[in-house]
């Protein structure tokens, strides 16, 4: 029984638990047996907080009991991505300079974690700063990919999509930049989605890129995501950026598109630059089935031209180290987290220098260089101001592709998962996974990533990004949950029901992940 547990989507879980069957204690033990099983190997987690996630869990049984309503997710276990702030547990966006550091607050989005009576059970890893799409630039070692644990699982957050996958948590929270939260979920068969710009507060998210940043879900399926929007989206007056709106219940919406199985006239708009040569072969086929299932249930499938699509990459990567080496100014030595002092003592500047030397990994010094550049004065206009000009022309092609598509479409990766390794001499290539998700982040539209099946060349997952004007998250959660619906009744039930078995910690044959130790101990790393 406890084992089975951890296989559950949080929504079934959450009717058991509603239902008495199951006690929340039962769901986390099993949630926190499957992280010490499992974890070793994968490096999904780099805390794991077992003794506070039970005393949570066995209080929230004792308020069901007692007759309170602990809300409809009350007692369901979640994974908290290290790039969000926690009172209880450290919160180092997998960087040493913040080593251990304690926050003083919740990020609001943890905070209305509690409030739903969810149960936190740890921080999953990341690239350092959400500075990747392979997990291999956080400080403290990689996460592995439960589909082939000699692959990376996407980045940055690729410790969030590889807890959920491989059944460690039944959801969990993620950031999404330029596709954190997309590319990962393509990569492990999840469901990871970005809301719109201002959707969900980043009130306590360690910041990344201010204008991009944005928080969201990360699950097995569609209803499990809009659930868990549900619950962190909406106005938060600590957050400029956030929406001031009543949003619609994405749960609602997801249910009303799993029941429909029918999408009549919905215009589904296939972005041309966003396919084609480069893309992996396995991952177009799998797509051309997907735009087919998607016809077959009455979608108007048509293609659209977004010419700008092509500077995104170059765009972004000129706006997101500007703002990232502004953002990370305040990682000075002085004020929290790391300090090294220079041998013999030394002045301001020297600590701060020595500290920042020590504390930043590579791909995090590499940006801030770039940022820095691109912000100084005779280069501003160049290359800030001309990336913002691109911006513009891609919002405009984002305009003009929603007037005759309620959605758009495309792979949510060029590749499934690549090895570990591959692409860490090359920053470019690493940077060009992105390509499909960036555009939504530049224009603070929402985007969905989904499974839609295994490459055949690779048996690895391959994923679809469904993407909606701002403010429209809703047609996400009702044609992700419509696809995922006839993609299921096609294959016989869900995607992750093939996830190879895991080895659990018991193999004691297995190799160490290639970077750090990583046993879980309920302590920092
Ligand atoms: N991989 C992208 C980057 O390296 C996206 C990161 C993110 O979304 N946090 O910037």
Known sequence: MTDDLTRLPAAELAALLTAREVSSV??????????????????????TAPEAALRTASEIDRRRADGYDVGPLGGVPIAIKDVLCTKDMPSTAASKILEGWIPPYDATVVARLRSAN??????????????????EHSAYGPTRNPWDRDRIPGGSGGGSAAAVAAFEAPFALGS???GSIRQPAAVTGTVGVKPTYGGVSRYGAIALASSLDQVGPVSRTVLDAALLHDVIGGHDPRDSTSLDELWPSFADAARAGRAAGDLTGVRVGVVRELGGDGFQAGVRQRFDEALAVLAAAGAEIVEV???HFEYAVAAYYLILPAEASSNLAKYDGVRFGLRVEPEGGGTVEQVMAATRGAGFGPEVKRRIILGTYALSAGYYDAY?????????LIQRDFDAAFASSDVLVSPSAPTTAFTFGEKMDDP???YLNDITTIPANLAGVPGMGLPIGLA???????????????????RLYRIGATLEALLEEKWGGPLLDRLPELETAGSAHLAPPPGPGTEPDGGTR
């Open 26 to 47: 039962e769901a986390t033990r099993a949630s926190l047996n499957r992280i010490a099983a499992v974890d070793g190997d994968l490096h999904a987690f780099l805390h």
């Open 118 to 135: 969810l149960v936190p059970l740890g921080k999953t890893n990341m690239d350092e700063f959400a500075m990747g799409s392979s997990t």
């Open 176 to 178: 999404d930049t330029g």
């Open 305 to 307: 031209s977004a010419p």
């Open 384 to 392: 800030y101001g001309s990336a913002q000009k691109v911006r513009t």
């Open 428 to 430: 470019l290539a690493m």
């Open 456 to 474: 055949p060349e690779d048996g690895l997952p391959v994923g679809i990004q469904i993407m909606a004007p701002a403010r429209e998250d809703v």
